[in-house]
Structures are given as C-alpha cells and as structure tokens.
C-alpha cells in the first residue's frame, strides 16, 4: 500500500505537536462548521518533518487526508481547490504520487535495520556518495536522514517492552544512553522517560510511518493535543 487513510477533529482549542515520521501527507483540513458553513477549504502537502513541530487548532476544525509511505512524494501540480471526501482526494493522489521502488525499498531496509548504508549501496551497484546524489535528485533527504530517524522510532517501539533504557540503547545501535536521550529530545522534543509517560506520543509514535509502515490501523490521528 503506498498511503495510509487518516482523520481528526479538534474538541477544542488546542496546540497541536506533528511528530517527524518519514512522510509526507496530502491534507484536506476544513474550518469549524464544516464544508456546508465555509467558502473554502485548506489543501496541502505536507513536507518532511526534522523535529516536532506545534501548531495551533481551533475547537471544530477537521482534517483528513492521506500519508504516503516513507519515500514516496507527489507531483508539484496544484491541489484543486477542494475535496469533498476521502475517496477523491485517493483519486487525485493515485494519479500524482511518484516514487524511486529501489529507493523506497532501500528506506524500508534502513528503516527496519536489516542493511547498512554501505550494504545498502552495494546491492544497487553504486558508491555511497553515488547513492546520496540519487536520493539528492529525487528531492528526498540524504540517507543518514532515514537511517537516524528510523534508529529513533525503533528505539520509541521498543518502549513497549519495558526494557532497561540502556538495553533498549545498546539494541538499537546507540553508543550508550545519552546518545539515544539527545536523538529523542533532537527528533521528539522530549527524553526516553518523558516520552514513556506520555502515552498519546507513544501512541502516535507506533503509528504508520518509518520503520512501522505495515500498522493496520484506520482513520489514523496525525495530531496530539496538548493540555
């Protein structure tokens, strides 16, 4: 599959915190009152994320929209002016996503850690400086971007298990516990703890995206709300 459904609504006024997950989003987002009450309606894509980042929601607002997976982009043709539900925003996307498969494929691997860059490089014939202007020429982030990110969500995964920090560091390739607190507060804006005791980043977090794509999970919420 190469996008995942989702849909919000806002119950209140709220900041919202987008947490970067390796993918962009095409978004439909309406005004409170919905489509009957509004002249217009918001329609973007999004870009990649290297941090969380906060925005702000009005009480009433609804979103919905399509995440691509990880490496897949869409056209630089305008948004129409509006979509009035989830099956002609799919039809619209289906003719304007573009992708590289063998790059896509290689993202996936890095994400999952089941290659190295290097490895990664040698299984399409190429140099790793040869590789990074192929992923610069696609307009996607240089490989180290997946591979990082990807070590970061993989290590939020293994939260779950509720094992020792310092294991789930040394599992997921970190030089010690540290290193893995700077990546999280880098990517996530909050440390390992922090992060094991906010149960709405966690869930957002095991989410489809980097390294998870394969989560079956329907009418996804890409926004928490912060108190």
């Known amino acids: ?15 919202a915190y987008i947490v970067p997950d390796g993918c962009r989003d095409v978004i439909v987002k309406t005004p409170p009152g919905g489509l009957a009450e509004c002249e217009t ?7 990649l994320d290297f941090s969380t ?13 399509l995440r691509l997976k990880p490496g897949v982009e869409v056209s630089d043709r305008l948004l129409p002016p509006a979509f009035s539900n989830l099956q002609e925003l799919k039809s619209f996307v ?23 860059l290097k490895n990664g490089a040698h299984q399409l ?19 180290d971007f997946w591979k990082q990110l990807s ?3 993989r290590a939020d995964s293994a939260m779950f298990t509720k094992q020792p920090l310092v294991q789930v560091a040394n ?26 005791r906010n149960p709405v980043l966690l869930g957002m977090l095991s989410e489809p995206g980097l390294g998870n794509w394969h989560v079956t999970q329907q009418n996804q919420e890409s926004v928490f709300w912060a108190n």
Not at 53 to 65: D, P, T
Request: with cysteine.
């Open 1 to 15: 599959m190469i996008y995942a459904p989702w849909s919000s609504f806002a119950d209140v006024d709220a900041d």
């Open 94 to 116: 289906e003719n304007e996503i573009c992708f590289d498969g063998e790059i896509v494929e290689l993202i996936e691997s890095l994400a999952l850690g089941e290659c190295s």
């Open 151 to 153: 070590r970061a969500r």
């Open 41 to 47: 309606v918001e329609c973007f894509f999004t870009d």
């Open 53 to 65: 980042r906060k925005i702000a929601v009005e009480a009433g607002e609804q979103f919905f929209g």
């Open 171 to 196: 599992d997921c390739g970190y030089s010690d516990q540290s290193h893995m607190t700077r990546d999280f507060i880098k990517w996530f804006g909050q440390s390992p703890g922090q992060v094991i």
């Open 125 to 143: 014939g190429v140099s790793i400086r040869t590789l990074q202007r192929r992923f610069r020429s696609i307009g996607l982030p240089p490989p």
